[in-house]
């Protein structure tokens, strides 16, 4: 089961608010402006700043 | 360096909120303490609330939807949506109901109520009910059940609901309250006494007002009791009967009796006949009516406000 698409729609960074994106390897949802990955575990994401890494440049 | 970026910049514990509300170690402690008794209790508590508050759950969906513009079409968040209760009888009414919760034990359990009530159209993920993952205006109903007395700033959640809900968006809560007339600090001793994730419960005005300042406008309110067995409520918690935590909770329970000082209207129920309050150890000496009444069941009274509101 992945993640559903609709909820993919709404779910936005809830740091910055900008929209996340699926990572290449569906693992994660990234943030394009601060850079923040969320894992998505066991098929949720965690939308937590405290869960999130952050990709380098 | 003004206050504010100072506060930004250096301290330790506050991060990352680009809202201007930190998110504080005080925060951090409080999600911590859900998380472990929502992990130790999943099972006791989903068991319970999955079958006693499915009732619950149709009427505040009954409150909250018809009249909601497009509900077939609404996208609805289930705030703190524990084992799902509340999102099963969502689900049934609007497009699409996210469950959101703190607890990763929590969405397990939710995520197996609603398959087996065969909604396909719920999605779940774990966040902080204060740095809400979704957009300015982004959604059209939030519900949040028994949840609020878990809040250390209430009216903070209610502000970040206001925040992602669109124009004529409501939010539909159920919470225990304080009675009106009951002393509001020893009830939530009780209570924390029983549960240390327990931060406050509120009086129906103190709902009210925080309603107003978020700010939303009531549509609908409405209060109701349930009746409820002491041992039962502190066995869903994993208090047995011999703990520390079951002792204590008792005993202050036992302290609010003579004039139901805390508003849970608790009384001795023995077999099958209830002893009023004020008869109970008539006669007896201190510790012979202490050990007579350790034995005896407490029936109590939670009183539970329904509340619908639009934002403003």
């Known amino acids: ?57 | 360096m003004s206050g504010q970026s100072l506060r930004r910049g250096i301290a330790r514990g506050v991060s990352w909120s680009r809202q201007g509300e930190a998110v504080t170690t005080k925060d951090r402690e409080q999600l911590e303490r859900i998380r472990e008794r929502f992990t130790r209790t999943a099972q006791s508590f989903a068991q319970f609330a999955l079958g006693a508050r499915g009732e619950e759950a149709e009427r505040l969906a009954r409150m909250a939807v018809p009249g909601l513009r497009d509900a077939a079409g609404a996208v609805a968040l289930d705030l703190a949506c524990g084992p799902g209760t509340f999102t099963r009888a969502f689900a049934a009414r609007v497009r699409l109901v996210v469950g959101l919760d703190f607890t990763p034990a929590m969405l397990s359990q939710a995520r197996e109520a609603v398959a087996r009530a065969g909604l396909g159209n719920v999605a779940f993920a774990r966040a902080d009910a204060n740095v809400l993952p979704f957009g300015n205006s982004a959604l059209d109903l939030a519900v949040c059940a028994y949840s609020f007395h878990h809040f250390l700033d209430p009216a903070r959640t209610l502000r970040e609901l206001n925040r992602v809900l669109g124009p004529g968006g409501r939010v539909a809560l159920v919470d225990i309250i304080v009675p009106e007339g009951a002393d509001s600090k020893l009830n939530n001793r009780i209570e924390r006494t029983r549960d240390p994730s327990h931060a406050s419960t509120l009086t129906s005005d103190e709902f009210t007002a925080l309603l107003e300042a978020a700010p939303f406008r009531s549509i609908a309110s409405e209060t109701s009791e349930r009746r409820r067995q002491f041992d039962d409520w502190m066995q869903i918690m994993g208090l047995l009967p011999g703990s520390s935590g079951y002792a204590e909770t008792r005993r202050l329970m036992e302290t609010s009796m003579p004039g139901d000082t805390a508003g849970f209207h608790p009384r001795f129920v023995s077999g099958g006949a209830t002893a009023a309050v004020t008869a109970s150890g008539a006669g007896l000496s201190p510790s012979e009516e202490a050990a007579s009444s350790a034995k005896r069941e407490i029936e109590f009274v939670q009183t539970t406000l329904f509340v619908v509101a639009e934002k403003r």
């Not at chain 1, 992945?2 to 990572?23: F, G, H, M, N, Y």
């Open chain 1, 1 to 57: 089961m992945a993640v559903s698409k609709e909820l993919l729609e709404i779910l936005v960074c809830p740091v910055c608010k900008t929209p996340v994106r699926l990572t290449p390897d569906s693992k994660g949802l990234k943030c394009s402006t601060c850079r923040r990955i969320y894992p998505i575990k066991d098929d949720i994401p965690v939308m937590l700043p405290d869960e999130a890494s952050v990709e380098a440049e």
